[in-house]
């Protein structure tokens, strides 16, 4: 039987076995299995690949996005411009890594302006763009690299935002009132709120969001994190990650199956 899994740490918040196990049986492909590896260290995934044959993909997530690169055999084009990598393809003992989370994302960010009235700024008849001109990218990892490369391609002016902020585009949070009315569209790719830690927050100056902006917090369980509670008491529109999870997940199986 074919093996799929997940590897990050840690993965209790994790949905990711329960939507292929129903993704399986819905299907009915009976040949395929999907299972979680808590892995703290990223050194312990050749191990892990030896005690499991049959893994024939994997997902990662946090904290391992970046760390493991060095281990891949081959990156895709594309998470090598992403430079981070969510998903793996084994074959032939050879491990490619590629991302689907721009894809997850980009297309979860499109249907995110279309559920609020927004047009379908993919048109390239579109004349007029009515998305926000500049965006906050909470975070500076894996997640937040291929956050940065959608919004590249969409022409969206963007910051990362860091507690301890070190490139050239790096700001600390403590600079956010001074700029934040205008980045209307704010993207957390940190763990924070993540379950279960439910009760922790980005430090934004929450006062000075308004309807229009638009937050996503990547982060799916909880379904409303505490930053989604305090931007949508504000008036904002707000997103949660778990579709991007299945649009990446289905990219995922494409790949591993292709």
């Known amino acids: 039987m074919r093996l799929f899994g997940l590897i990050g740490y840690p993965l209790g918040h994790s949905f990711s076995k329960k939507y292929f196990t129903e993704k399986f049986a819905r299907e009915s492909i009976t040949d395929a299995r999907y299972e979680l590896f808590p892995l703290e260290n990223i050194s312990g995934l050749p191990l892990l690949l030896e005690q499991n044959p ?21 990156l895709d084009e594309t998470a090598l411009a992403v430079g981070a990598v969510n998903c793996v393809k084994i074959e032939n003992q050879r491990l490619v890594g590629f991302n689907t989370d721009i894809i997850g994302f980009g297309n979860s960010l499109v249907n995110f302006f279309q559920d609020n009235d927004r047009p379908d700024f ?29 919004l590249k391609k969409l022409g969206i002016a963007f910051q990362f935002v860091s507690r301890k902020p070190k490139g050239e585009n ?11 009315h ?20 980005p430090d934004l100056p929450f006062e000075r969001l308004t309807p229009e902006h638009f937050v996503y917090d990547l982060i799916y369980n909880p379904a409303e994190t505490l930053l989604l509670q305090r931007a949508k008491a504000r008036g904002c529109a707000v997103k949660n990650g778990l579709e991007m999870l299945h649009l990446q997940a289905e990219a995922a199986w494409k790949i591993w199956n292709d």
């Open 182 to 201: 205008r980045s209307t569209l704010i993207i957390n790719t940190t763990p924070l709120g993540m379950s279960p830690h439910e009760d922790a927050c």
């Open 170 to 180: 790096e700001i600390a949070y403590e600079l956010l009132p001074r700029i934040i």
């Open 54 to 74: 049959d893994l024939r993909g994997l997902n990662v997530t946090i904290p391992h996005k970046e760390a493991v690169i060095p281990l891949l055999h081959k």
């Open 122 to 150: 993919f048109r390239a008849d579109s004349l007029h763009r009515p998305w926000p001109e500049e965006a906050l990218i909470l975070g500076t990892g894996g997640a937040a690299k291929a956050v940065a490369y959608i």
